[in-house]
């Protein structure tokens, strides 16, 4: 019986009901668009400024020895996630060793710098100008990149053989690609971690280890704690430029899309309101009978209420996949990324609309309880 008297109610007003669905629908489409691209944002964010490099780097402490040991990096590679893009915030993304030394080429002084390449690959913050990117090989000892300036003050392409002179040493090398990372490193010449150490006859030593870690800056900081405890030896630093940055644009966009709904929400809620009112004035004849019939206050509170939830549920069902859609536009649109269809948004939009729904309800239910049956039936 209650169920058909919602039913009745809300066919007998269809033009005012459509109004309210209308409304609760935008507010579930867009709730549902900006809860499902605000993780993605934030997932798309941290995968752009991965591309400019290392978040955190380990050097010798002042006291300490000038090098470090390459087992700390070893050590250090262990601890890597499996995959950059599903690591868990807080662990290591990237470990990249390095080993520097003024070699010279042509009869130049140039900066030679050994790493791992495949670490190099992983840790990002480069393109690639000419040539092949550094990869690691079985041929990887032999072959050498340079940096768009190393390059053009050498006048270097891929493919010529590069003779490095150190220290009365001297190792051949094929010139496999040009890169640039609009920093220091566009001036240095980049080979296998090993070859360098070989020719500046100081095996397993480091000058630096770059990292990059997962995760917002507060992960980044515990990450920087735990490490320096680890290896007391070394000093342990997050690059603050890039971790900052990426922070700030992080919360800026939480905060920016956070509004937006905010003010949906509000504006979605007067015009429920606003709806519900409408009907309720229209409905004081009724009010007034089912009154005098002998109805509750809280019966009819419920009947009310039990409206605006069927439109809630509704609206959220349909709000939902609309919402899925404009997600995928605006993802496309703004970051050139799709947006992943995250069904763990789907509760949070509908609590979302039952409370818009249930909030624009209120004030009618106080129409409800202020009309008396008396004056209704006197035609007053």
Known sequence: MFARLVARGLWQRKSRVLVALAAL????????????????AQRKIRSEFARYGPNLMITPRANSPELL????????????????????????????????AIGEVKGASVVLAGTWLDQFARLGGFQVDAGAAPVASENSHDRIWAGSVAARRLELEPGDRVVVRYAG????????????TGAAEDAQLLADLESVQALAATPDSLNVIL?????????????????AARFPAAAVNPLR??????????????????????????????????????????????????????????RLAALFLGEAMVLALLAAAVGFLAGMGLARWLG??????????????????????LSVALAGALFPLRLVRQTQPAVILRGE
């Open 211 to 227: 990292a990059r870690v997962a995760g917002d800056a507060p992960d980044i900081e515990r990450k920087v704690a735990g490490l």
């Open 241 to 298: 430029q890039v971790t900052q940055a990426e922070f700030q644009v992080v919360e800026r966009i939480r905060w920016a899309l956070a509004g937006v709904t905010l003010v949906v929400l509000v504006i979605t809620s007067l015009c429920v309101l606003a709806t519900m009112t409408a009907q309720a004035f229209e409905r004081r004849q009724t009010v007034g009978t089912l009154k005098a019939l002998g109805a509750t206050e809280a």
């Open 25 to 40: 629908t935008v507010s579930a489409t867009l709730t549902a668009a900006l809860f499902n691209l605000h993780f993605d």
């Open 332 to 353: 496309a649109t703004l970051f050139a990324a799709s947006v992943t269809l995250r069904w763990s948004a789907l509760p949070l939009v509908l609590l979302v609309t």
């Open 69 to 100: 040991p390459s087992q700390m990096a070893r050590d250090l590679r262990d601890d890597l996630a499996p995959l950059a893009e599903s690591s868990d915030a807080g662990s290591l993304v990237a470990v990249a060793p390095y080993l520097y």
């Open 169 to 180: 040493s001297e190792r051949a090398y094929q010139l496999e690609g040009i890169f640039s």
